[in-house]
C-alpha cells in the first residue's frame, strides 16, 4: 500500500466507503472520484495469478498488459488525463486471493481493472468490483457465467464459452468430415474447475449432435503431476480422438505421457488447450506437441502490428503466447474508451467501454460491439502445430495451413 | 476396466510411487523406532530437500542423481544439528516437548521457503524424465525404476549401517533400552542426533529421486507426510522392513484407487487404508506394540 498517496485509517476509510456506497446509491456522489482527485495519472489494476499452479499463464499475461501500458505511455500517455499507472496484482492462481487485490486495488483508487486469467478467479473478482462499480476488463476467463449476470461494470473482450464450443465442434466436423469421417469416438481429459468442467458439459451435450460417440469423460484436479492412470485410461478405449481440457502444466503433462506410453490417437483435439497454441510447448516438446489441434484465442496473423509484437515479445526471450496479446488488447481497448469517456471516472469509463467499437487491434475478430459485457465481434480461431510451428488451419480466411488429418503414424 | 492392460501398468506404477514413499517413511519410522516422537517436521524438511536439488540442478548445474551425494550429507548434518541443538535441548527430556518442537520447526521452515522462493511451482527438465523401458506388458518410466532400485540400494545401506557398525550397534541399543544404554557408556544425546541425521538424509535422497519428475514449491513435502504416516502406522511404528513393505501397498492402493475412483478421489483409497488399520490392527503390520 506504499504507493496509496492518501493517508486515512483502515476505520476511517471503511466507514467513508460505507459512506459513499450509500451515497453512491443516491447518486450524489462517488468516492473513486475523491480517492483519485489526488492522483495525476491514470491508475489502472494488472491484476492475474503470478504465483502458484497458474503462474506461467499469470506471468505471460502481466508481460502483455505492460508492454501495452509502456507503449501508450512511451507515445505520450491518454490525452488530457497523462500516462497510465499500472498497479500490479497478484491472484495467486486462487478466487480468493484475486478478490484480495481487487480490494488492495480499489483503495488503491484504479480507475479500471484488466485479468484475472483464470474463469474462477474472474467470477470472484469481477463481482468483487462490481461491489465499487469499479469497470472490469476479463483478458481471457471464458467461463458464460462471467457476463450473464448482469454485472454493469464486467466486460469481456475476448469470446467466451459458448462461441468458442460451437465454433470448434463446428470447426471439428468439418476437418472430420474433409478426411472421410475416420474419428467416430472421443474421450474427454478435463481439469475440474469451472473452466474444465464446463467445457466437458458442453461436449458432453453437443459432441453426440455432431456424430462422435463419447466413451468416457475423465477428470482431474489442478495441480495433478502424474497422468499414468488417466493414459492408461485411454489406451484401454482406444478412442480416435482425444480432446483436453486443461491448464498449460497438466495439458504438457498430458501429452508427455501419452507420448511416453505410446498412445497415438487419430487426432488430439483440443478446445482452449492450455498448451495446445503455445510456441513455449512446441519448442520445449516437440515430439509430444506434434499435428496436435486446437480451437483457441490467437492473433491475426496478416496484421502487421501483431507480427511487429510477436517480434518484440520474442527479443525479450519470452514466447508469444495467447495471454500475451489478449491482456495486451484489453488494454488497449480500455486506454481507447479512457480517451473516449476524457475522464478516469468509474462511471464515464463504464459508459464508455460499453459503447465502444474499439478496432485496429490485433485480434481476428469483427467489429467490436459489446452486449451485456460480452464483445459479439470476438471469435476463435483453429491452430495445428506443424513443422515445429502453430498455423492456422480454420477459418479458411486466416489459413496458414491445410489441417493434417488423422494424425501420421 | 478390469484388463489386464490397465491393471498391470497400473499396480507397477503403484509399485515405482511407493519406492518413494518409502524412503520418506523410512526416515519417519527410523526417527520413532529410536526418539519415539512423531516428526511432524519430516514434510518440511522434504520441500526444502527439494528446494536443494532443485537449486543444485539450476544454481550448480548437477544432474539430480549426482547431487544425491552432496545434499545426502548436507542433510545429515542438518538432521543432526537440528536434534542435537534445537530439538534435543528444548524438549528437555520430554518427549511430548519433541513432538511439539519438531511441529514449530515444520512451521519456520516452510514459512522460510515461503518468504524465500515465494508459492510458485517449479520444475526441472532433465532430459530422461520422459524416458520409458519397454517390459513388453507396460512402458515404465525411467527415473521411477532408478528411484525404485535407489530404495532397496538405501535400505540394504542402512541394514548394514545398524547391523555391522559401532553407531548401529548403539541406535539399536538406545532404540530397545535408552537408560541401560546410557548405563553402558553410549551418548544418547549424540545416537539421537545421528539417527535423526539419518532420518533427514533419507529424504534428502527422496527429494533426488523424485525432482526428476516431480514439482517444488514450499508446501509439497506435506501430501507425501501425510502418505508415510499412513505407512508407518501400516508397517507397524518403527518397522523398517514395515516401512518399505507399507509403502508398496500403499502406492498400489493410490494407483487404483486413482484408476477406479478418478483423479480427483485418488488419495481416498489411503486414508481408508489408515482408518481400518487403526480400528483393526492398530500396532500395524510389523508392530510389536500398540
Known amino acids: 500500500m506504499s504507493n496509496?498517496?492518501?493517508?486515512?485509517?483502515?476505520?476511517?476509510?471503511?466507514?467513508?466507503?460505507?459512506?459513499?456506497?450509500?451515497?453512491?446509491?443516491?447518486?450524489?456522489?462517488?468516492?473513486?472520484?475523491?480517492?483519485?482527485?489526488?492522483?495525476?495519472?491514470?491508475?489502472?489494476?494488472?491484476?492475474?495469478?503470478?504465483?502458484?499452479?497458474?503462474?506461467?499463464?499469470?506471468?505471460?499475461?502481466?508481460?502483455?498488459?505492460?508492454?501495452?501500458?509502456?507503449?501508450?505511455?512511451?507515445?505520450?500517455?491518454?490525452?488530457?488525463?497523462?500516462?497510465?499507472?499500472?498497479?500490479?496484482?497478484?491472484?495467486?492462481?486462487?478466487?480468493?486471493?484475486?478478490?484480495?487485490?481487487?480490494?488492495?486495488?480499489?483503495?488503491?483508487?484504479?480507475?479500471?481493472?484488466?485479468?484475472?486469467?483464470?474463469?474462477?478467479?474472474?467470477?470472484?473478482?469481477?463481482?468483487?468490483?462490481?461491489?465499487?462499480?469499479?469497470?472490469?476488463?476479463?483478458?481471457?476467463?471464458?467461463?458464460?457465467?462471467?457476463?450473464?449476470?448482469?454485472?454493469?461494470?464486467?466486460?469481456?473482450?475476448?469470446?467466451?464459452?459458448?462461441?468458442?464450443?460451437?465454433?470448434?465442434?463446428?470447426?471439428?466436423?468439418?476437418?472430420?468430415?474433409?478426411?472421410?469421417?475416420?474419428?467416430?469416438?472421443?474421450?474427454?481429459?478435463?481439469?475440474?474447475?469451472?473452466?474444465?468442467?464446463?467445457?466437458?458439459?458442453?461436449?458432453?451435450?453437443?459432441?453426440?449432435?455432431?456424430?462422435?460417440?463419447?466413451?468416457?469423460?475423465?477428470?482431474?484436479?489442478?495441480?495433478?503431476?502424474?497422468?499414468?492412470?488417466?493414459?492408461?485410461?485411454?489406451?484401454?478405449?482406444?478412442?480416435?480422438?482425444?480432446?483436453?481440457?486443461?491448464?498449460?502444466?497438466?495439458?504438457?503433462?498430458?501429452?508427455?505421457?501419452?507420448?511416453?506410453?505410446?498412445?497415438?490417437?487419430?487426432?488430439?483435439?483440443?478446445?482452449?488447450?492450455?498448451?495446445?497454441?503455445?510456441?513455449?510447448?512446441?519448442?520445449?516438446?516437440?515430439?509430444?506437441?506434434?499435428?496436435?489441434?486446437?480451437?483457441?484465442?490467437?492473433?491475426?496473423p496478416r496484421n502487421d502490428k501483431a507480427l511487429a509484437l510477436k517480434k518484440k515479445v520474442e527479443s525479450k526471450n519470452q514466447f508469444f503466447t495467447y495471454e500475451v496479446y489478449m491482456n495486451y488488447s484489453c488494454v488497449y481497448l480500455i486506454a481507447d474508451a479512457l480517451q473516449r469517456a476524457a475522464s478516469a471516472d468509474r462511471a464515464k469509463l463504464t459508459a464508455a467501454l460499453a459503447n465502444s467499437t474499439f478496432s485496429g487491434h490485433v485480434m481476428p475478430y469483427g467489429p467490436t460491439k459489446f452486449v451485456n459485457g460480452q464483445n459479439e465481434g470476438a471469435a476463435p480461431v483453429n491452430t495445428q502445430v506443424l513443422d515445429n510451428d502453430i498455423k492456422v488451419i480454420l477459418p479458411t480466411t486466416f489459413a496458414n495451413a491445410k489441417p493434417v488429418f488423422p494424425m501420421p503414424a | 476396466m478390469l484388463s489386464p492392460v490397465i491393471l498391470v501398468p497400473a499396480i507397477l506404477n503403484g509399485l515405482l510411487t511407493g519406492a518413494i514413499y518409502a524412503l520418506v517413511a523410512l526416515g519417519l519410522t527410523l526417527i520413532y523406532g529410536v526418539l519415539h516422537i512423531i516428526n511432524f517436521a519430516h514434510g518440511a524438511l522434504l520441500s526444502a530437500a527439494l528446494f536443494a536439488a532443485f537449486f543444485a540442478y539450476r544454481v550448480l548445474g548437477l544432474d539430480p542423481y549426482v547431487a544425491v551425494f552432496l545434499n545426502a550429507p548436507l542433510f545429515f548434518a542438518l538432521g543432526y544439528a537440528l536434534q542435537r541443538f534445537i530439538i534435543g535441548p528444548a524438549s528437555r527430556g520430554d518427549d511430548r516437548n519433541m513432538l511439539l518442537v519438531t511441529l514449530g520447526i515444520a512451521v519456520v521452515i516452510e514459512n522460510a521457503l515461503l518468504y524465500a522462493f515465494h508459492a510458485d511451482t517449479r520444475t526441472i527438465n532433465v532430459g530422461y524424465a520422459f524416458e520409458t523401458i519397454n517390459f513388453g506388458i507396460a512402458f515404465l518410466a525411467v527415473p521411477r525404476v532408478v528411484g525404485f532400485i535407489a530404495v532397496f540400494l538405501v535400505a540394504f545401506a542402512l541394514w548394514l549401517i545398524m547391523t555391522f557398525t559401532d553407531t548401529g550397534r548403539a541406535i539399536r541399543a538406545v532404540a530397545r533400552e535408552k537408560l541401560g544404554a546410557q548405563l553402558a557408556g553410549i551418548d544418547v544425546a549424540h545416537i539421537y542426533a545421528i539417527t535423526f541425521g539419518i532420518g533427514t538424509a533419507c529424504v534428502a535422497v527422496a527429494a533426488c529421486l523424485l525432482i526428476p519428475t516431480y514439482y517444488v514449491n514450499p508446501h509439497v513435502g506435506n501430501a507425501f507426510v501425510l502418505v508415510a504416516f499412513t505407512i508407518v502406522v501400516l508397517g507397524g511404528m518403527g518397522s523398517v522392513p514395515g516401512a518399505v513393505i507399507g509403502a508398496f501397498l500403499i502406492g498400489i492402493v493410490e494407483s487404483l484407487s486413482g484408476l477406479f475412483l478418478g483423479e480427483s478421489l485418488g488419495q481416498i483409497g489411503i486414508f481408508v487404508i489408515f482408518i481400518v488399520v487403526l480400528l483393526v490392527r492398530p500396532s500395524g503390520l510389523f508392530g510389536e506394540r500398540a
Open chain 1, 4 to 300: 496509496n498517496t492518501i493517508s486515512v485509517s483502515r476505520r476511517r476509510f471503511l466507514a467513508g466507503t460505507g459512506l459513499s456506497a450509500a451515497a453512491v446509491a443516491t447518486g450524489t456522489l462517488s468516492i473513486p472520484g475523491v480517492l483519485r482527485a489526488q492522483a495525476s495519472d491514470v491508475k489502472l489494476g494488472v491484476l492475474h495469478p503470478v504465483t502458484g499452479a497458474l503462474s506461467y499463464s499469470g506471468q505471460q499475461g502481466r508481460l502483455g498488459a505492460t508492454l501495452a501500458i509502456e507503449e501508450i505511455n512511451a507515445a505520450g500517455g491518454i490525452k488530457g488525463l497523462g500516462k497510465i499507472e499500472p498497479v500490479l496484482g497478484d491472484a495467486q492462481s486462487t478466487p480468493d486471493g484475486g478478490v484480495a487485490e481487487v480490494e488492495k486495488m480499489n483503495s488503491a483508487g484504479v480507475a479500471c481493472i484488466v485479468g484475472g486469467y483464470a474463469s474462477n478467479i474472474c467470477l470472484a473478482t469481477t463481482q468483487a468490483a462490481a461491489r465499487y462499480e469499479l469497470p472490469y476488463v476479463v483478458d481471457v476467463g471464458v467461463a458464460d457465467g462471467i457476463v450473464t449476470r448482469g454485472l454493469k461494470n464486467t466486460f469481456r473482450f475476448g469470446p467466451g464459452f459458448g462461441v468458442i464450443s460451437k465454433t470448434a465442434l463446428t470447426n471439428l466436423a468439418a476437418i472430420n468430415d474433409q478426411a472421410g469421417k475416420p474419428a467416430k469416438t472421443v474421450m474427454i481429459v478435463h481439469e475440474d474447475s469451472l473452466f474444465g468442467s464446463g467445457l466437458a458439459k458442453l461436449l458432453n451435450a453437443q459432441l453426440p449432435q455432431h456424430g462422435f460417440q463419447i466413451l468416457e469423460t475423465i477428470p482431474h484436479p489442478t495441480p495433478t503431476r502424474d497422468f499414468n492412470n488417466v493414459v492408461l485410461k485411454i489406451k484401454a478405449q482406444n478412442p480416435d480422438l482425444v480432446i483436453p481440457a486443461n491448464y498449460y502444466n497438466e495439458y504438457v503433462l498430458l501429452a508427455r505421457t501419452m507420448q511416453q506410453q505410446h498412445v497415438r490417437p487419430k487426432g488430439i483435439y483440443s478446445v482452449l488447450g492450455g498448451a495446445a497454441s503455445s510456441f513455449k510447448f512446441v519448442k520445449e516438446f516437440p515430439e509430444a506437441a506434434k499435428y496436435i489441434m486446437d480451437c483457441n484465442h490467437w492473433f491475426d
